[in-house]
């Protein structure tokens, strides 16, 4: 079972139509201006294949954009009572060996997965607009990129993440747009590089330090990241002698973190 024709017939069998259904309904999505909205949806679902998308749009109506049910939660959303699943096709893989030894993903079929529309849980109306604001296609290539193993889950209100010295690890809240959890990740880095480096700073200091260097880097990958720095850094210096005396390590920390999520700058700028 193989490439766009095995997920079509997939999705014949799991949603119980005939191949004529099947062909009218996709017919009447791509030759309808409906196709165009499909085109756009998927603009803004950069995670969904083509495919999902049209078939997103098969089973309702107006929709704009989609999430799994948990994610909508992550963001602190619930979908309504009573609301039914989009189905989507979600290729499964296996890892085999090839001739030359190394390992390779083969297609082994599909399952069905399902997300819900925005217009399915209670966001308010102008939360899109924030929501896709803020959205950073480079986010899953900085997380790969991470010195140190990273875990996304939900956390206290007003605590966006930290880095924990003796477990080696940064725990980001899964709360929050994926802008903001990329500067979320730079800033926990910066901990990560004060330790690594044993630089001795003040922790009100390094707070500062450590959310410029985070702004410096992010402006560099096309984050704007000017209202949430500002508002930290003004929140922890408390002169302009420090931030001076902090402009040295600064420069440290910041070369450090763009060299270490470099490779993220390429793919924001093929993206861009
Ligand atoms: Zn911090």
Redesign the pocket.
């Known amino acids: 079972m193989k490439g766009p024709f095995g997920a079509l017939n997939y999705w014949r069998r799991i949603m119980k139509l005939t191949k004529k259904e099947l062909d009218s309904k996709l017919d009447s999505i791509v030759n309808c201006e409906a196709f165009v909205r499909a085109l756009k949806f998927k603009a803004l679902q950069h995670s969904y294949s083509h495919l999902n998308c049209i078939l997103i749009q098969s089973q309702r109506n107006n929709v704009t954009y989609v999430l799994p049910f948990k994610k909508w939660n992550a963001l602190g959303l619930s979908v309504l009572k009573g609301e039914k699943g989009l189905a989507i096709i979600v290729p499964r893989f296996r890892k085999v060996e090839k001739s030359d030894g190394t390992k390779d993903d083969e297609l082994v079929g599909f399952a069905t997965g399902h997300v819900f529309d925005i217009s399915q849980t209670d966001a308010p109306p102008d939360f899109l607009i924030a929501h896709l604001n803020r959205d950073f296609p480079g986010y899953q290539n900085l997380l790969e990129l991470a010195p140190v193993p990273v875990v996304e889950r939900p956390l206290r209100k007003g605590l966006n993440g930290y880095f924990d010295s003796k477990e080696l690890a940064i725990t980001i809240s899964s709360s929050q747009s994926e802008a903001d959890r990329a500067l979320t990740l730079l ?2 880095t910066g ?1 990560y590089l004060v330790w690594k480096n044993k630089l001795e700073i003040p922790q009100e200091l390094e ?1 500062v330090i ?2 410029c260097s985070a702004f410096i880097a992010a402006s560099e990958f096309g984050i704007d990241a000017t209202a949430p720095s500002a508002g930290y850094i003004a929140g922890y210096l408390n002169n302009t002698e420090d931030l001076r005396k902090a402009s040295k390590v600064i420069d440290k920390i910041s070369n450090s973190l763009l060299k270490t999520y470099e490779r993220s700058e390429e793919f924001a700028e093929s993206n861009g």
Do not use: K, M, N
């Open positions: 800033h926990e901990h707070e450590v959310e």
